[in-house]
Nanobody, 118 residues
């Protein structure tokens, strides 16, 4: 059974930090590009960051550049998102996504809620 299980969400004050983790199982993790997405209330889901299969290719949304850092551990089948200098506009449900390049196959986690108070 394919699983992506996010953890680490919570309530934090503006300027604070959180570290999200996503534990993967049930598929060949090394072959998948991993991404973090988020969906704020009343808004569409948006991409936050993604990391290539090797971990060498990384992209960030402009809104989080310089504040968020993504990493992956292929041995542990885990992806982390370190979020620093959090802002109220970072409040959203954060989802982990695994996508097989060129195949259109992808999996989603159930999401973890992040709330940033001003």
């Amino acid at each position: 059974e394919v699983q992506l299980v996010e953890s680490g969400g919570g309530l934090v004050q503006a300027g604070g930090s959180l570290r999200l983790s996503c534990a993967a199982s049930g598929f060949t993790f090394d072959d998948y590009v991993i991404g973090w997405f988020r969906q704020a209330p009343g808004k569409e889901r948006e991409g936050v960051s993604c990391i290539s299969t090797s971990g060498l290719g990384i992209n960030y949304a402009d809104s989080v550049k310089g504040r968020f850092s993504i990493s992956r551990d292929n041995a542990k089948k885990e992806i982390d998102l370190q979020m620093n200098s959090l802002k109220p506009e970072d409040t959203a449900v954060y989802y982990c996504n695994a996508a097989l390049p060129g195949r259109g196959q992808q999996y989603w986690g159930q999401g973890t809620r992040v709330s940033v108070s001003s």
